[in-house]
């Protein structure tokens, strides 16, 4: 579920599958490009690659678009898969790989499914699931607004009425017994 003033990104990933939609591929640039270069840049990439990384994340979405699915991820989730494998590709090439970034946007297949992303994503996603049903109601509350709905601590105190700490702190335990649960569950 979005913020009310955010756009369905679910939606706008389809239009940009089903007409091209520039408009909506500019509104999901605008959301997540800056958000996909402080992770990169959070993984320990320099300034100058997680640029780069960041448009080949974006024109990732806008060729790959039409393999996107909303009952296998949340957009988010997708986003964030094509930018983890950015980097490993990039960590690959910094390795030795004679492949230049131009080489590698090329030889990306437009239409290539991402099958085992896919069932990967999928696991994950049931695990998390599970997981998070095991925990207490206001925790797990806390988790599905923070991550699905990409919402801030501040935020999240506003609109729940409960002070920042509490919020931060119920956050820090439900990840906690998170780490547990799926663990318990390998």
């Known amino acids: 579920m979005n913020h009310p003033l955010e756009p369905d990104f ?25 958000k996909i270069r402080s992770y990169l840049r ?9 640029d780069d990384l960041t448009q080949e994340v974006m024109l990732s979405v806008w060729r790959r678009a039409g ?13 964030y898969t094509i930018a983890r494998n950015k980097r490993i590709d990039a960590l690959r090439r910094d390795r030795g790989a004679e492949t230049s970034l131009d080489d590698t946007i090329e030889q ?5 499914p991402l099958s085992d992303e896919i069932a990967i994503a999928r696991q994950m996603r049931e695990k998390v699931l599970v997981a998070v049903d095991a925990l207490p109601p206001d925790q797990a509350r806390l988790l599905k607004v ?10 999240i105190a506003e ?7 509490t919020v931060k ?14 663990n318990m569950n390998d």
């Open 42 to 50: 959070r993984l320990g990439v320099g300034d100058t690659m997680a």
């Open 67 to 79: 393999q996107y699915d909303r009952r296998l991820a949340a957009p988010a989730t997708w986003v």
């Open 108 to 112: 990306e297949p437009d239409d290539a």
């Open 146 to 155: 923070f991550y699905f709905e990409e919402k801030s601590h501040s935020v």
């Open 10 to 34: 679910a939606e706008l990933i389809e239009r940009v599958a089903g007409s091209h939609d520039k408009a909506a591929f500019a509104a999901l640039f605008h959301h997540f490009a800056p």
């Open 159 to 165: 609109e729940m009425e409960l002070p920042l700490g």
């Open 169 to 182: 702190s119920r956050l820090r335990l439900a990840l906690a017994k998170m780490r547990t649960l799926m």
